[in-house]
């Protein structure tokens, strides 16, 4: 019999969200259920387990020494560091224990939870990289966070096979950015966004292959262009002396200007680059992608963000690279199988069901937690194959009795406040909005705002070595930060001033520049076509459907 679409309504939100046919034979295929909630609110809950920005001292309880760790000084779990974590001074399966039949199943996976150490950071292979989190394979970085394979970046988030960039957002293969989004393949440049191949160039937005250019919007392979307007190299050099932006109010006038500037010019309804039968935002290489945003390389995949390589998955955010079979998974890894509700699995696994933590090159696990070479485990426990499936199947018959089947981790379970992680910044909540859906909240520690102890000059040839020893207090927010010695050589060699905002209000201002994850029906503002994008109806730009855009560009 040929199983139809549905219509079900969110347990959550109350929004009415399609369940397809396709949908329904991907879920037969892993054999569960359909899910009670909507896909943003189930994003939201996947993304509630992410703490990416938040840093905090601990201390590893092997070693003892004092490590940087995501988790707050209040949680009740023991942390070890990198080093112990990986070592064989621990065992995980110390940790094990029996089913209990009589308790739900979340239930005693928290106590397992609760009891086993934590990672305090999750990094691997990096050099003189203290202060990262989610950063692998990189060098001489500071606050950088999902980084990897770069080399002396600072205040950097998801950035790959880079170096020094500062305060940039989504960036791969660049060197000597500053506040740059989204862009690719750029060199020596400032404030470009959705940019690829450019370089010496400041304040472009869809620009590619462009030279020495300056307040532009979607220009091709241009050199010499001031605000659209193609200028000779003398006039164009002249123009670029007198604009003093190593002065951080001129810096911000026209930050001003090329906002006003690119409203002026039209806006592809959304960043999709070589794909076909897609939807969703900032696509590359993909097929039969739906309802996706910031992946690449992806086939027959539904409901993803920040996910890569991969096929045959649904509800995967951060991770990919040829993962299939996988659903309802948060923070994933390399040549993932068949990985179902579950979190931080990383790297060659396969048949993983309800596990967390650090899973690595593991099969046949079930509610399992920072197991690694491991098979037939239940709760930390070992069983003999056929005592592993027969167990399972029990344990699942359980969890339907009691409504767990089905469902990812409940939100009790995140050892995360909602406001440190990434789910705060693609859905955003107040404190009383997320406590009152069930979320923890973490109010900020008083001590981190104090009185500025030094006046920031206008220009970087005013500012003293002396400014690292002193204590800054961000303009918008209040909270302290530093300025560290690296950072004000890339200052002074990019000719750029002190910022007066503390790096998460630089972040959350990044950000604010991109689209949000949701998509709205509305027409071409060119040739009425239907187009479904990322810029909401109420937006002032005009956005046009793919074919008006490059009729538009120069």
């Given at each position: 019999?040929?199983?139809?679409?549905?219509?079900?309504?969110?347990?959550?939100?109350?929004?009415?969200?399609?369940?397809?046919?396709?949908?329904?034979?991907?879920?037969?295929?892993?054999?569960?259920?359909?899910?009670?909630?909507?896909?943003?609110?189930?994003?939201?809950?996947?993304?509630?387990?992410?703490?990416?920005?938040?840093?905090?001292?601990?201390?590893?309880?092997?070693?003892?020494?004092?490590?940087?760790?995501?988790?707050?000084?209040?949680?009740?779990?023991?942390?070890?560091?990198?080093?112990?974590?990986?070592?064989?001074?621990?065992?995980?399966?110390?940790?094990?224990?029996?089913?209990?039949?009589?308790?739900?199943?979340?239930?005693?996976?928290?106590?397992?939870?609760?009891?086993?150490?934590?990672?305090?950071?999750?990094?691997?292979?990096?050099?003189?990289?203290?202060?990262?989190?989610?950063?692998?394979?990189?060098?001489?970085?500071?606050?950088?966070?999902?980084?990897?394979?770069?080399?002396?970046?600072?205040?950097?988030?998801?950035?790959?096979?880079?170096?020094?960039?500062?305060?940039?957002?989504?960036?791969?293969?660049?060197?000597?950015?500053?506040?740059?989004?989204?862009?690719?393949?750029?060199?020596?440049?400032?404030?470009?966004?959705?940019?690829?191949?450019?370089?010496?160039?400041?304040?472009?937005?869809?620009?590619?292959?462009?030279?020495?250019?300056?307040?532009?919007?979607?220009?091709?392979?241009?050199?010499?262009?001031?605000?659209?307007?193609?200028?000779?190299?003398?006039?164009?050099?002249?123009?670029?002396?007198?604009?003093?932006?190593?002065?951080?109010?001129?810096?911000?006038?026209?930050?001003?200007?090329?906002?006003?500037?690119?409203?002026?010019?039209?806006?592809?309804?959304?960043?999709?680059?070589?794909?076909?039968?897609?939807?969703?935002?900032?696509?590359?290489?993909?097929?039969?992608?739906?309802?996706?945003?910031?992946?690449?390389?992806?086939?027959?995949?539904?409901?993803?963000?920040?996910?890569?390589?991969?096929?045959?998955?649904?509800?995967?955010?951060?991770?990919?690279?040829?993962?299939?079979?996988?659903?309802?998974?948060?923070?994933?890894?390399?040549?993932?199988?068949?990985?179902?509700?579950?979190?931080?699995?990383?790297?060659?696994?396969?048949?993983?069901?309800?596990?967390?933590?650090?899973?690595?090159?593991?099969?046949?696990?079930?509610?399992?937690?920072?197991?690694?070479?491991?098979?037939?485990?239940?709760?930390?426990?070992?069983?003999?194959?056929?005592?592993?499936?027969?167990?399972?199947?029990?344990?699942?018959?359980?969890?339907?009795?009691?409504?767990?089947?089905?469902?990812?981790?409940?939100?009790?379970?995140?050892p995360f406040a909602y406001n440190e992680t990434v789910a705060q910044e693609y859905f955003p909540l107040t404190k009383k909005e997320a406590l009152s859906r069930g979320y923890q909240w973490?109010?900020?520690?008083?001590?981190?705002?104090?009185?500025?102890?030094?006046?920031?000059?206008?220009?970087?040839?005013?500012?003293?070595?002396?400014?690292?020893?002193?204590?800054?207090?961000?303009?918008?927010?209040?909270?302290?930060?530093?300025?560290?010695?690296?950072?004000?050589?890339?200052?002074?060699?990019?000719?750029?001033?002190?910022?007066?905002?503390?790096?998460d209000c630089r972040h959350h201002n990044r950000m604010k520049l991109r689209n949000p994850r949701k998509l709205w029906q509305r027409e071409c503002d060119q040739c009425g076509t239907e187009i479904q994008t990322t810029f909401a109806p109420d937006r002032p730009e005009e956005?046009?459907?793919?074919?008006?855009?490059?009729?538009?560009?120069?």
């Amino acid at each position: 019999m040929t199983k139809k679409s549905m219509k079900k309504v969110c347990a959550f939100s109350g929004q009415e969200f399609e369940i397809t046919e396709a949908d329904l034979k991907f879920y037969e295929k892993l054999n569960v259920p359909p899910p009670t909630l909507c896909p943003d609110e189930r994003m939201r809950r996947r993304l509630a387990f992410r703490n990416e920005r938040n840093l905090y001292k601990r201390e590893c309880a092997l070693c003892e020494k004092s490590v940087i760790s995501i988790y707050s000084p209040e949680k009740s779990f023991s942390l070890l560091c990198p080093d112990c974590w990986w070592s064989d001074k621990w065992d995980p399966f110390e940790y094990g224990r029996d089913f209990d039949f009589n308790c739900p199943f979340f239930e005693q996976f928290s106590e397992l939870s609760e009891a086993i150490p934590h990672m305090a950071v999750n990094v691997v292979g990096n050099e003189n990289c203290e202060y990262v989190s989610q950063t692998g394979y990189s060098k001489n970085c500071y606050l950088v966070f999902n980084t990897d394979f770069s080399e002396d970046c600072l205040y950097t988030t998801t950035v790959l096979y880079s170096k020094d960039c500062v305060d940039s957002l989504n960036l791969d293969h660049c060197e000597l950015c500053f506040e740059c989004i989204d862009s690719s393949h750029c060199y020596n440049s400032q404030f470009l966004q959705n940019c690829q191949n450019c370089s010496d160039s400041l304040f472009l937005k869809n620009c590619i292959g462009c030279h020495h250019c300056f307040g532009s919007v979607n220009l091709r392979n241009k050199e010499y262009y001031f605000f659209n307007t193609s200028l000779s190299r003398p006039e164009w050099e002249e123009k670029i002396k007198n604009i003093n932006l190593n002065s951080l109010s001129e810096q911000q006038q026209w930050k001003q200007k090329f906002e006003e500037q690119k409203l002026e010019f039209p806006h592809k309804f959304a960043e999709i680059k070589n794909c076909e039968n897609v939807t969703g935002d900032y696509l590359r290489n993909c097929k039969n992608t739906y309802h996706c945003f910031d992946c690449f390389g992806n086939e027959d995949v539904k409901h993803c963000a920040t996910f890569f390589d991969s096929k045959d998955c649904q509800d995967y955010c951060v991770g990919g690279y040829n993962a299939s079979w996988c659903y309802e998974m948060a923070s994933g890894g390399y040549n993932v199988f068949r990985c179902v509700f579950s979190s931080h699995v990383w790297t060659n696994d396969q048949d993983i069901f309800y596990s967390l933590q650090g899973i690595t090159s593991s099969k046949d696990l079930f509610g399992c937690v920072s197991l690694r070479n491991a098979q037939y485990c239940i709760l930390n426990k070992q069983y003999s194959k056929e005592e592993y499936f027969r167990l399972r199947e029990k344990i699942v018959e359980h969890m339907k009795k009691t409504g767990e089947w089905g469902e990812f981790f409940p939100i009790t379970l995140s050892p995360f406040a909602y406001n440190e992680t990434v789910a705060q910044e693609y859905f955003p909540l107040t404190k009383k909005e997320a406590l009152s859906r069930g979320y923890q909240w973490r109010d900020p520690d008083g001590k981190q705002y104090q009185a500025q102890t030094y006046t920031i000059p206008e220009n970087i040839e005013q500012v003293l070595d002396s400014v690292c020893e002193q204590l800054l207090a961000c303009r918008e927010c209040g909270k302290n930060y530093k300025i560290q010695k690296a950072e004000l050589k890339f200052y002074r060699k990019m000719n750029i001033p002190i910022p007066q905002e503390c790096p998460d209000c630089r972040h959350h201002n990044r950000m604010k520049l991109r689209n949000p994850r949701k998509l709205w029906q509305r027409e071409c503002d060119q040739c009425g076509t239907e187009i479904q994008t990322t810029f909401a109806p109420d937006r002032p730009e005009e956005v046009s459907c793919e074919k008006c855009y490059l009729n538009s560009i120069n």
